[in-house]
T-cell receptor, first 110, second 114 residues
Framework: SQTIHQWPATLVQPVGSPLSLECTVE??????LYWYRQAAGRGLQLLFY??????ISSEVPQNLSASRPQDRQFILSSKKLLLSDSGFYLC?????????FGPGTRLLVL | KNQVEQSPQSLIILEGKNCTLQ??????????LRWYKQDTGRGPVSLTI?????NTKSNGRYTATLDADTKQSSLHITASQLSDSASYIC?????????????FGRGTSLIVHP
């Protein structure tokens, strides 16, 4: 079955600092990959999705960017974090075998 | 605009009771509908997945229904347990040109009391 790894699990960063969250997928090839943010008390918001290496689509304008350097690697980045970037970030993979979510990264920007 | 509305927003029930969660959607072109359970601080876990032609699907004590004509789905939980306390999220997937795009409901927060 498919497994999604995310790290770190928790991150506390100062405002203005850079960010890099990594997601890797096992058990599938050529998946569609997704980054979501879940703010406290709110639903999941799709940030980016990717259908292949180097192919990134952004769903909402924001302070973040995404990259897919390898088939099963998806990276979420920011050059300068804002307070509003705090939240729970989930990576997900979708392919023929279904859709799976990673364990999430809790980001707190102070 | 694709939308998924869930109700109720929150629900409190006693252990052993049944409950039903609702999901209404306007998503096109429809590919499939999935219900997820999300424990606090964790990623969502898939409970059921239903395509256009499926009306009912069960997974243990969870039974999901889909009415593609009225664009409604429900998740029925039978004989609730304390461990059912979680957020239940309805996700409707649209398929377009080989891409699969999900639209998420805000979720129903379920609390099961002993």
């Amino acid at each position: 079955s498919q497994t999604i790894h995310q790290w770190p699990a928790t991150l506390v960063q100062p405002v203005g600092s850079p960010l890099s969250l990594e997601c890797t997928v096992e058990g599938t090839s050529n998946p569609n990959l997704y980054w979501y943010r879940q703010a406290a008390g709110r639903g999941l918001q799709l940030l980016f999705y990717s259908v292949g290496i180097g192919q990134i689509s952004s769903e909402v304008p924001q302070n973040l960017s995404a990259s897919r350097p390898q088939d099963r690697q998806f990276i979420l980045s920011s050059k300068k974090l804002l307070l509003s970037d705090s939240g729970f970030y989930l990576c997900a993979s979708s392919g023929r075998k279904g859709q799976y979510f990673g364990p999430g990264t809790r980001l707190l920007v102070l | 605009k694709n939308q998924v509305e869930q109700s109720p927003q929150s629900l409190i029930i006693l252990e052993g009771k049944n409950c039903t969660l609702q999901c209404n959607y306007t998503v096109s072109p429809f590919s499939n509908l999935r219900w997820y359970k999300q424990d606090t601080g964790r990623g969502p876990v898939s409970l059921t997945i239903m395509t256009f032609s499926e009306n009912t699907k069960s997974n243990g004590r969870y039974t999901a229904t889909l009415d593609a004509d009225t664009k409604q789905s429900s998740l029925h939980i039978t004989a609730s347990q304390l461990s059912d306390s979680a957020s239940y999220i309805c996700v409707v997937w649209a398929s377009s040109g080989g891409s699969y795009i999900p639209t998420f409901g805000r979720g129903t927060s379920l609390i099961v009391h002993p």
